[in-house]
């Protein structure tokens, strides 16, 4: 192979290694600025190592390239001017329209795949609440019969807890009440801790804060009797209100799930 082509080749590789630069920085921008959840977690992870295997490419085209070029350059002085090369006349190419147009399109893909991951944990989530419904009619039962006193939390605790380590995919889940702390209207939480004490049992400690958009929601699921779900996704985060009729009363259960990576095909 001789000089010419090997500096053609290194260009070309130079120029691979720019637009899978610019790709990346691209789609890193795009996910870190929109908090697009895409790939899956050993994807994602190669992804993020792909930098050092095309920083290497460029660095590699671009030194070889440079020596020989220099080595052209050199042989070149030491010969007599030849004639002048003929200028040849360059065909226009669509290569930079396509480069352009090809941005768009991956951020669309991008979107679209947070749009189905979000889709997909919704679906996982709700199918985790009818399931759990389903399998523990009796915790749900007890979970109904509501008394702010330590006998209810102690139950509350217990059950939750059981039921994170029936499976180990299984979402994180907790139970919101309505009641009231004076006269003032307040939405409690129960996780799966509780405390031991009696003297410490305190109703404002369970207080559950929310956005006003989520009060509204927990508002009409309590008072007017809402029964639809609400879900919500936001930079790797599900969470998942599912309204439950009980023969005492409306509870809500919470499912919440974070992970790392936004996971496309799982």
């Known amino acids: 192979m001789n000089k010419e082509k090997i500096i053609t080749l290194t260009n070309r590789l ?17 996910i870190s600025v929109f908090g697009f ?24 085209a ?21 004639n002048t ?13 396509l480069f352009i147009s090809s941005f768009p399109v991956i951020f669309l893909f991008l979107y679209l795949g947070d749009v189905r991951t979000s889709a997909m944990k ?8 009818q ?34 380590k029936e499976d180990e995919s299984f979402p994180s889940v907790s139970l919101i009440i309505q009641d009231t702390i004076g006269e003032k209207e307040v939405f409690l939480r129960f996780t799966d801790y509780h405390y031991d004490d009696k003297k410490t049992l305190n109703k404002a400690d369970y207080i559950y804060p929310c956005s ?3 009060r509204e929601y927990l508002r009409d699921v309590f008072n007017k009797g809402e029964s639809v779900h609400r879900f919500s996704a936001s930079d790797g985060f599900y969470e998942l209100y599912f309204p439950v009729k009980t023969n005492n009363r409306l509870i809500l259960l919470y499912f919440t799930d974070r992970k790392t990576y936004g996971k496309l095909g799982s």
Do not use: C, R
Not at 14 to 30: D, N, P
Not at 85 to 97: G, I, N, W
Not at 141 to 147: I, R, V
């Open 14 to 30: 130079s120029m691979v290694a720019i637009i899978l630069l610019m790709y990346w920085v691209f789609i890193f921008v795009s």
């Open 37 to 60: 959840k895409v790939f899956k977690e050993n994807i994602t992870e190669s992804f993020y190592l792909s930098i050092v295997g095309i920083l290497a490419l460029l660095a590699g």
């Open 62 to 82: 671009v030194i070889v390239n440079i020596m020989f070029n220099m080595t052209i350059i050199s042989e070149s002085l030491s010969k007599k001017k030849g």
């Open 85 to 97: 090369v003929k200028k040849t006349k360059k065909k226009k190419s669509m290569f930079p329209v």
């Open 122 to 129: 919704e679906k996982f989530l709700v199918n985790s609440a």
């Open 131 to 164: 399931y759990m419904i389903s399998n523990n009619q009796q915790v749900i039962t007890e979970l109904g019969e509501y008394h702010f006193d330590f006998k209810y939390v102690k139950i509350a605790g217990t059950s939750f807890k059981m039921l994170s």
């Open 212 to 214: 006003k958009d989520e």
